[in-house]
Each structure stands twice: as C-alpha cells, then as structure tokens.
C-alpha cells in the first residue's frame, strides 16, 4: 500500500466505521458473508490473520464467530490499530506492517480481509495472493471481502453511478461523497476473474465469488489438505 494510501486513512480514523456504514449499503451481508466463509475451512479455526484491518471492523466479528481464536491484526497503520485495541478480546495481537511486508510468521487457519487489497497495484495484489497461500495452512481458507472493479469503462461507470446513488439516498452528504472521492484515488480495483486468476494461479483451490452487489463481493480460495 502506498504512504500515500496509508496516511490518508490514518488520518481518516476517528470517523472511519461510522463512515465504511455509509459508504457500503451491503454492510451486514458483506461483513456477515466474509466472516461465515470461514466455514470452508476443513480445519478447526484456531488462528486468524486478518490483512488490513484497520479499526478491527471484522476482527470483532470473528472474535465473536471463533471465540477461542487467536486473532493476529495487521495494519500498515499505526492509528487504525489503535482504534482496535482494546475493543477485542484477547487472545489478540496487532502488527503494523505494509501489505507489502512479510507476512506474520507461522501458519493460519484462516487469512481474511475486507476493503484492502485493492490498494496494491495488480501485480503486487497477486504476489500477496501468493503469499497468503504460504501462511494458511493445509485444509485452510482465504477470504477476501473486496471492493470489485469493473470489466470495462461502462461497468465501472455503471458501479459509480450506482455507488453515489446509494451513497446519497441513504443520506449521504457533499462532504461525504467529497471525501470518498479523494479515499478512492488511492483504489486500484480488478474485476472478480481478474481476482479469481490470481487466486489459483497461487495454488488454491476451490476458487470462489461467494457474494456480489456491484462493487463489493467476496472472494475465497482453499488450501488443499
């Protein structure tokens, strides 16, 4: 992720999940959806990874799924984690590192993420793909609840336009479709094959789009076991 992405939602964290509410219509289903994927799994889930976790939105919905879990936050930033901390329950621990970075060692049961891959130029989201699969563990899952580009200009323009709409019929102000503009320079959106290709070109199996509306779905890979 860039400094450039990184800084902006440091700066963006106070108001961040009241915000992430407003932006994404399928909050529930999109979250729920992420977090019940995990079912995949042919293991016990007893040690989660979760990329870009920002304020722990999903870790506190995984704590409350799994609740024996460890959960490991990651975050390239320092003040999104800080929002988490104290808000889970442990065993829990937060690790300020680059999408970039080498991954948390030891291996996981399940590797989640929401809203944060998308970051990352192409090319360096399908290495994280690759990474990923080394962490998880045989029998384990990937899920990535994802902001979903378009095939094409008009798609794209179809999910903007969808996008503002639902932003501001459901209250959304100037001010606010303003400051997701200037959040969203920083996205580097793929289609759902685009995300599927990568999956299995790094080795897992079972590659999946669980969940679509629009621009929000959910991505999954096994890990053979």
């Known amino acids: 992720m860039s400094r450039h992405a990184i800084d902006t939602f440091s700066s963006f964290a106070e108001g961040f999940e009241a915000s992430r509410r407003l932006m994404i219509e399928p909050y529930d289903e999109f979250y729920s959806g ?11 889930i007893r040690r989660i990874l979760d990329l870009g976790a920002g304020t722990g939105v999903l870790s506190r919905l995984l704590r409350a799924a799994y609740p024996e879990a460890e959960v490991v ?3 390239g930033s320092a003040e999104m984690l800080e929002k988490a901390r104290g808000t889970i329950s442990e065993p829990v621990s937060f690790t300020v590192a680059d999408l970039r970075d080498p991954l948390p060692p030891g ?3 399940a590797v989640t993420s929401t809203m944060a ?3 990352l130029p192409h090319a360096e989201q399908a290495d994280l793909y690759r990474r990923i699969h080394d962490v998880v563990a045989a029998g384990g899952v990937f899920v990535n609840g994802e902001v979903i580009g378009g095939a094409g200009p008009r798609t794209v323009d179809a999910y903007q336009r969808w996008h503002e709409h639902s932003v501001r019929s459901r209250g959304g102000t100037d001010a606010d479709w303003s400051a997701y503009l200037v ?14 290709r990568w999956l299995s070109a790094a080795g897992f199996e079972e590659v999946d789009c669980l969940y679509k509306q629009h621009m929000y779905g959910i991505v999954v890979g096994l890990r053979a076991g």
């Open 183 to 196: 959040r969203q320079e920083a996205d580097i959106c793929a289609p759902v094959a685009d995300h599927l």
């Open 117 to 119: 891959i998308h970051h």
């Open 34 to 44: 992420t977090v019940a994927a995990l079912a995949l799994a042919e293991r016990p």
């Open 73 to 75: 936050l990651l975050d």
């Open 107 to 109: 291996s996981f049961d």
